[in-house]
């Protein structure tokens, strides 16, 4: 038999239950009735319908769910199941549901199980989900992904944190 325990919190008070209302009168919990935390993180979206040629770099988060013809860099990048990216990606973090030709490079790399990536990952810590296609040598390594350099054969777009407002 379980013991019976009593939260002894000043907001969460049981009221006594209204014979003309069946329903227990208990408070609502505050971590469901508080407001959804905003977060500082920035997240830069590629959508399904975009092609772009060229490199991306980013400070912050990259979603992309379109084409890319060209290098991506950032902290962190999530290949969407509808990506196709054709070229390196450079990260602290890649999550990879969807199709990528050309080499990555991250400490920490997840292929999902509809990734089909050809090429190598160099990578500090590596998860390969049953399902993903994975053509290519991995290799462990202890190098900094922000080291890496990109080549200078493709114009480079560099993704602002946040859109700014457009003015009337």
């Known amino acids: 038999m379980l013991p019976n325990f009593r939260r002894t919190d000043p907001e969460l008070k049981i009221q006594p239950v209204n014979s003309a209302n069946d329903t227990a009168a208990f408070p609502a919990r505050?971590?469901?009735a508080a407001a959804?935390?905003?977060?500082?993180r920035n997240v830069s979206m590629i959508g399904p319908d975009l092609t772009i040629t060229g490199n991306?770099?980013?400070?912050?988060?990259?979603?992309v769910d379109g084409v890319v013809e060209g290098d991506?860099?950032?902290s962190h990048v999530v290949i969407g199941e509808s990506a196709t990216i054709q070229g390196g990606i450079v990260a602290d973090e890649v999550i990879i549901?969807?199709?990528v030709v050309g080499s990555v490079r991250s400490k920490r790399v997840m292929?999902?199980?509809?990734?089909?990536v050809e090429g190598d990952i160099y990578h500090q810590s590596l998860s390969i989900e049953q399902g993903a296609l994975f053509e290519g040598k991995?290799?462990?390594?202890t190098d900094?992904?922000?080291?890496?350099?990109?080549?200078?054969?493709?114009p480079v777009y560099t993704l602002p944190p946040r859109l700014p407002e457009l003015a009337n």
């Open 97 to 99: 549901r969807g199709h």
């Open 111 to 116: 292929l999902q199980s509809t990734s089909q």
């Open 72 to 74: 991506i860099h950032g």
């Open 138 to 141: 991995s290799r462990r390594t």
């Open 36 to 40: 959804p935390r905003t977060t500082d």
């Open 56 to 63: 991306l770099i980013s400070k912050g988060e990259v979603q």
């Open 144 to 154: 900094d992904p922000r080291s890496i350099q990109l080549a200078p054969s493709a």
């Open 30 to 32: 505050p971590f469901l």
